[in-house]
């Protein structure tokens, strides 16, 4: 009989063990196959989403798992068969669907409600059994057809005429390009391209056209998605021939001047003096679109209107049949400060006026206080806040003459007001000055005086102050041991 040690025995039944766990690993192993090609949604579609495991065999015990960039942040999960809702992403909540006709031979489909330009972008597939995972990655694009663009005259400049293309609800962002007659592209002078709310494009291009007398332009969008374009065409004789190219709109003639938190209000008007009632009246900064306030047919479109003014303007139009609008932007903010542009519209032709709106802000009253330096130097600050535009900060002598200051510093708050210090240092024993902040915008100034002689004695009188409450204390204190 042979007789074999108890460790070769342990060895042999550790590796029996081995290898029926490693086949028994192997056959339990799949891969994770998804689409070979981009799956393609226009916005507001559904999209369907699939995916499969190799070789065929039910996931109904499985978790199949779809996520964007982190697994622990899901689209959906599926857990033996059923939907895990509270790990799902709250942007899908709602709006995805399992669709189970194949998941007994390993196929799964996850449909996607109302696409949403957000939803564009990679997606993983992940199928898990016991501590095996394998998972696939397939793209999404989502593509969408805006508007048709629309080409407006905005007037003439140095150069030639000046037209401007806009169009909205375009995904992904577009190929905007100007054509000739002939189809030969044309140079455009600016592009403003701006996501809304909901995350598709608005494009404004401007191009400027020397030979206006007998020019024929075309501008086209495209989307390189789809590969589908829109255009639309523009005969420029034929607008400068319209109603309005022959007005003028006039706005006020010197900047308007506001103080932070108030209200304020700027007035433009048609001349000759014509009906605007079917006009479109839009206000702007730099572009189109956003607009601080826009009118049309008499009514507001609130859905054009930059966030930071929603609820703060107001159009005043009861002369609006003389041609005459004014707009009031309530509680001014230092981010209002700037130049606007009125635009009165009307079969594609803008006649525009610029007003320049200045706003200030006055600060709290300066305050100096001192700090003792080695060597016998004394630092003076003086600080104010509350300030718009950067105030005039200045250091004086007693004669009023300007003294240098030592540093100055300034930072700007959330709401756009400035806090300013500036320090002075001295080695005079006696001396008095003045700290003034002055407003560039307004002949108004806020000041401080500091003298170092009274600051002493007033150092003194406290001195001599907290002395004698210490000697009234100690005067009571032996008393009542006394008693």
């Known amino acids: 009989m042979v007789n074999f040690p108890v460790s070769s025995l342990s060895g042999v039944a550790a590796s029996f063990f081995f290898f029926i766990l490693l086949t028994r690993r192997q056959s339990d192993d799949f891969r994770v196959l998804g689409p070979a090609q981009p799956i393609l949604a226009r916005v507001g579609e559904d999209a369907l989403l699939t995916c499969h495991i190799l070789p065929k065999r039910t996931v109904m015990h499985m978790e199949v798992r779809w996520y964007r960039l982190e697994p622990d942040a899901p689209v959906c ?24 006709d194949g998941v007994a031979e390993g196929r799964v489909a996850l449909k996607i409600r ?12 992940r199928f898990q059994e016991g501590i095996y995972c394998a998972e696939a990655s397939l793209l999404l694009e989502v593509a969408d057809l805006g508007s048709a663009p629309n080409i407006h005259l905005e007037g003439s400049v140095e150069s030639g005429v000046q037209l401007v293309c806009t169009a909205k609800g375009w995904f992904p962002e577009p190929q905007v390009y100007w054509e000739d007659l002939q189809g030969e592209e044309l140079l455009t002078v600016s592009e403003h391209h701006v996501q809304d709310e909901d995350g598709l494009f608005y494009v ?10 007998a020019e024929t332009v075309s501008c086209v969008i495209y989307n390189p998605i789809l590969n589908e374009e829109k255009r ?22 010197r900047p308007v001047l506001v103080r932070v938190g108030e209200d304020t209000q700027f007035t433009c008007h048609l001349s000759p003096e014509a009906n605007a009632q079917s006009m479109e009246v839009r206000w702007v900064r730099s572009h189109h ?15 054009e209107q930059m966030a930071e003014y929603r609820g703060r ?16 932007i309530l509680h001014a ?12 519209e009307k079969d594609g032709v803008y006649q525009e006026a610029s007003v320049d709106l200045k706003v200030v802000g006055l600060g709290s009253p300066p ?3 001192t700090e003792r330096l080695k060597g016998g130097d004394t630092r003076l600050m003086c600080s104010s806040h509350g300030w718009f535009p950067q105030p005039h900060v200045q250091w004086r002598d007693m004669d009023g003459k300007p003294i240098p200051a030592f540093s100055e510093a300034m930072t700007q708050d959330s709401h756009g007001l400035f806090h300013v210090e500036t320090y002075l240092v001295t080695n005079i024993s006696a001396v008095n000055v003045t700290c003034s902040f002055s407003s560039p915008l307004l002949s108004e100034e806020k000041t401080a005086t500091f003298s170092l002689s009274e600051s002493k004695m007033t150092f003194l009188w406290k001195i001599l102050l907290i002395l004698g409450l210490l000697l009234a204390a100690l005067i009571g204190l032996i008393r009542r041991k006394k008693l």
């Open 114 to 125: 109302n696409v949403q330009p957000s939803d564009s972008g990679q997606y993983q597939c």
């Open 313 to 328: 303007t107001v159009l005043v139009s009861d002369a609006i049949q003389e041609g005459r609008l004014t707009l009031q």
């Open 77 to 100: 999960v599926l857990r033996e068969g059923a939907e895990a809702t509270e790990v799902q992403m709250e942007e899908y909540r709602g709006r995805v669907e399992w669709l189970e």
């Open 204 to 213: 404004e291009d401007t191009l400027v056209v020397r030979n206006a007398s």
């Open 367 to 369: 305050l100096i206080t």
């Open 333 to 344: 903010r230092p981010s209002d400060d700037g130049q606007y542009r009125c635009l009165f």
């Open 289 to 303: 679109y956003p607009a601080v306030h826009v009118h049309v047919d008499g009514d507001p479109v609130s859905g």
């Open 232 to 253: 639309s065409v523009l005969d420029i004789p034929e607008k400068l021939q319209t109603e309005l190219a022959f007005l003028k709109v006039i706005g006020p003639s």
